[in-house]
């Protein structure tokens, strides 16, 4: 059996603009072990701050669920955006035009940085423009 319940749940893949590698936590919201140990935590603060048993440890636990549950979807959505070209495929999906922002304000900030000079360079896709010659050829030869 292998022990992964303190895994960090990362994931590997690339980015979908300028294809480089990234690193990305893949757990995205909490799981059954971590309500457990939010439960046994809550009660643990509970005796140390009251010594007794209380119901207000209810209070407890749904305040560390709240917060464990936007830590780690923060956590997630964060890790989601690409380090090198700055692309957030979740924005892309929702509004294209903001995506396409933040990328060139990323990248023209990356143009300005001296030590970007020296890392790698990205693969960013270009747009390829046809020559208005060649469409012409090509609609004069079917008319
Ligand atoms: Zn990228």
Not at 53 to 58: A, E, K, N, S, T
Request: net charge positive; glycine share 4%.
């Amino acid at each position: 059996m292998q022990w992964n319940l303190f895994k960090a749940h990362k994931g590997s893949g690339y980015c979908a603009f300028c294809r480089s590698r990234k690193i990305f936590y893949s757990k995205k919201s909490l799981g059954v072990f971590d309500i457990i140990i939010l439960s046994g935590l809550a009660i643990t603060i509970m005796y140390l701050a009251l010594q007794s048993f209380d119901p207000r440890v209810v209070i407890f636990f749904v305040l560390a669920l709240i917060s464990a549950e936007t830590m780690i979807h923060f956590r997630w959505r964060l890790s989601l955006v690409c380090q090198q070209c700055g692309f957030d495929p979740i924005l892309y999906k929702r509004a294209p035009e903001k995506a396409a922002l933040k990328v060139k304000a990323r990248l023209d900030l990356r143009k300005e940085n001296e030590e970007a000079l020296f890392s790698a360079p990205l693969n960013i896709p270009t747009r390829k423009i046809k020559k208005e010659a060649s469409l012409g050829g090509k609609l004069s030869r079917h008319v």
